[in-house]
């Protein structure tokens, strides 16, 4: 082995590391900025009265990818979506927003932090998890996305660690966040009337997906 193939490693490990460096301090000044902005408020005041119609929903989606990668909470994004918009286009918003925020969380993790993190990998539950998604991306993308018990960054930036591919994990992710999100965009919608039977529905849902990722989370322990 050569010298320069001997002081190349201890450098290509300080890029991967610098690289993850740049990734945290990217994510901590974007959770910073919204904490600043404040995006609850827009629940509070409502929309700007000047921004209307399609425009409106494609910069909502925008905020809400940007405000997604940040680690806001997505069901008070989702909230908000129905509120501003009502469910027939919050929807949509909220979706794209899902689908733009997982796909910057994927680019960045994959670009920024893959080559420091996949050696670190360890143990069987971390090596197991990486095996599913580099082999079974899809399907296990979708599962994760159907039940709310997976943190939407933790499988964001696990897919960006594993083999898994870019396209296939969008499209999971588009595909699995439909329930869940139309449920917190319909209960947003028709939060100022709590009694209505929609509402009800949607937030009986909701406690009822929240349930069976309990279960199946407690499933998966005692399998261990």
Not at 36 to 50: E, F, K, N, T, Y
Not at 126 to 135: G, K, M, V
């Amino acid at each position: 082995m050569s010298e320069v193939t001997v002081l190349s490693h201890p450098r290509s490990r300080l890029a991967s590391w610098a690289r993850l460096a740049l990734l945290v301090a990217l994510l901590s000044g974007a959770a910073t900025s919204v904490m600043v902005w404040d995006p609850q408020r827009l629940l509070a005041h409502g929309w700007p009265a000047q921004l209307t119609g399609a425009a409106a929903v494609v910069l909502f989606a925008a905020g809400y990818g940007l405000c997604a990668l940040a680690f806001v909470p997505r069901p008070l994004l989702n909230v908000g979506a129905g509120a501003l918009f009502g469910a027939q286009a919050g929807l949509p918003a909220a979706l794209a927003g899902t689908v733009l925020g997982a796909g910057l969380a994927f680019v960045l993790g994959r670009l920024l932090g893959r080559d420091a993190l996949r050696p670190l990998l360890r143990g069987r539950v971390l090596l197991a998890a990486d095996r599913q998604l580099s082999e079974h991306g899809f399907r296990t993308m979708l599962a994760m996305r159907l039940f709310p018990g997976v943190p939407f960054a933790a499988a964001n930036y696990s897919a960006a660690v594993s083999q898994m591919r870019l396209a296939p994990f969008l499209l999971a992710t588009a595909l699995g966040s439909v329930p869940n999100t139309a449920a917190y965009v319909i209960a947003g919608s028709r939060a100022a009337t709590p009694t209505s039977p929609v509402f009800l529905i949607a937030m009986g849902f909701i406690a009822l997906t929240g349930l069976a990722a309990v279960v199946l989370a407690a499933r998966t322990r005692r399998k261990r």
